[in-house]
């Protein structure tokens, strides 16, 4: 979220920031799967359906889709539990979960057709430079609950 939103907001990035949360969101994996997800349970809590706690971390989780597969891939490939489990709560809970996960997925496909960079969040200045005032307010605070959407 770092590499994504900072530039976005006008702030600069920090890889050692970014090197922190990487090594965090690894170590929180490996907890999940290995102690929340052990045993043959279809859920987090052994229920048959979902509970909101499968909701709450799965939403958590698939904030990783904004950045591209490779990304996903790379944080997510060497835990197949954690795949299967997300699977089982998509499939339980779809049609919602697509509707919850609907902006999630446009910001990832605005930054794959952008190129995958953090630029993909930087306000355009061409297009700005033509606008009103009164336009750029307007499109500002779209911005700002389009931000607060994603966050």
Same mark, same amino acid.
């Given at each position: 979220?770092?590499?994504?939103?900072? &530039? /976005?907001?006008?702030?600069?990035? !920090?890889?050692?920031?970014?090197?922190?949360?990487?090594?965090?969101?690894?170590?929180?994996?490996?907890?999940?799967?290995?102690?929340?997800?052990?045993?043959?349970?279809? /859920?987090?809590?052994?229920?048959?359906? &979902?509970?909101?706690? $499968?909701?709450?971390?799965?939403?958590?989780?698939?904030?990783?889709?904004?950045?591209?597969?490779?990304?996903? $891939?790379?944080?997510?490939?060497?835990?197949?539990?954690?795949?299967?489990?997300? $699977?089982?709560?998509?499939?339980?809970?779809?049609?919602? /979960?697509?509707?919850?996960?609907?902006?999630?997925?446009?910001?990832?496909?605005?930054?794959?057709?952008?190129?995958? !960079?953090?630029?993909? /969040?930087? &306000?355009?200045?061409?297009?700005?430079?033509?606008?009103? !005032?009164? $336009?750029?307010?307007?499109?500002?605070?779209?911005?700002?609950?389009?931000?607060?959407?994603?966050?």
């Amino acid at each position: 979220m770092h590499t994504a939103l900072a &530039p /976005f907001l006008g702030l600069t990035t !920090s890889h050692e920031a970014v090197k922190q949360a990487e090594k965090l969101v690894m170590q929180s994996l490996g907890v999940i799967e290995s102690v929340w997800l052990k045993g043959d349970a279809k /859920f987090l809590l052994g229920s048959p359906q &979902p509970s909101i706690a $499968d909701l709450s971390l799965v939403c958590e989780i698939m904030q990783l889709e904004m950045f591209g597969d490779e990304v996903r $891939d790379r944080f997510l490939g060497a835990h197949e539990r954690i795949l299967v489990w997300m $699977d089982k709560v998509k499939k339980a809970t779809s049609p919602h /979960f697509e509707e919850a996960h609907e902006l999630l997925f446009q910001v990832k496909k605005a930054r794959m057709v952008q190129g995958s !960079s953090s630029k993909a /969040f930087e &306000p355009r200045q061409s297009s700005k430079q033509h606008q009103s !005032s009164d $336009d750029q307010r307007q499109n500002k605070r779209q911005t700002d609950r389009q931000i607060d959407l994603v966050i």
